[in-house]
């Protein structure tokens, strides 16, 4: 199994993630103003870097016929890690309403089980336009709750909202799939 360019990209991010956790807890324990200033554009940029990885190795292996197992192993447990270090870190130095945070999470790791079941039935799990929105939504939230920005809270809550619905897609697929199914048997 060789490391292709969009494999490896994906195990970029996967490095960045803890790197962004660490620096996100650095700014709970400073008071020097200028010094968290510096945090949060270091703590965005490493974001926007590994975002954009993001994009690039789905984008290459689409594009380029370099899609893996692998890779469709480690490129959501790459985005998993990445939002999961951001929104637990900004939450740890209050950025994030702990509720909305907990909603994700649990909507991630929920939809995510629920994937792998349904492409054990060969349920097609590519995401939808809904899931782009979402992580759309997910990042610019991420950037503006990281750099401290007016409206991110806000922000934040759309992207649980659509994290949300996002995850009743996945759903409601599997049970179109499921009477689809049954009443093939009958």
Same mark, same amino acid.
């Given at each position: ?38 945090l ?24 380029? $016929?370099q899609?893996? *197992? ?23 130095i ?37 899931? *782009?929105? *979402? ?43 499921? *009477?689809?199914? $049954?009443?093939?048997?009958?």
């Open positions: 199994m060789s490391l292709n360019l969009p494999n490896a990209l994906a195990f970029i991010r996967i490095l960045l993630a803890p790197l962004l956790f660490f620096l996100l807890l650095q700014i709970d324990g400073v008071s020097n103003l200028a010094y968290i200033s510096w949060n554009y270091f703590c965005a940029l490493i974001f926007v870097i590994a975002s954009i990885t993001d994009f690039f190795d789905g984008y290459i292996a689409r594009n380029w $016929n899609k893996t *197992k692998l890779g469709a192993i480690i490129d959501p447990l790459a985005d998993k890690m990445l939002t999961l270090a951001a929104f637990l870190g900004l939450m740890m209050d950025r994030a309403n702990p509720w909305a945070i907990y909603l994700i999470l649990v909507r991630e790791f929920f939809i995510t089980g629920f994937r792998v079941v349904m492409a054990s039935e060969n349920i097609d799990v590519s995401a939808g336009i809904a899931g *782009k929105v *979402k992580t759309i939504f997910q990042m610019i939230a991420i950037g503006f709750l990281t750099m401290g920005w007016f409206g991110g809270d806000i922000l934040l809550w759309i992207a649980v909202a659509l994290t949300l619905y996002s995850g009743l897609e996945y759903i409601l697929i599997y049970i179109k799939h499921i *009477k689809k199914y $049954n009443s093939s048997i009958y």
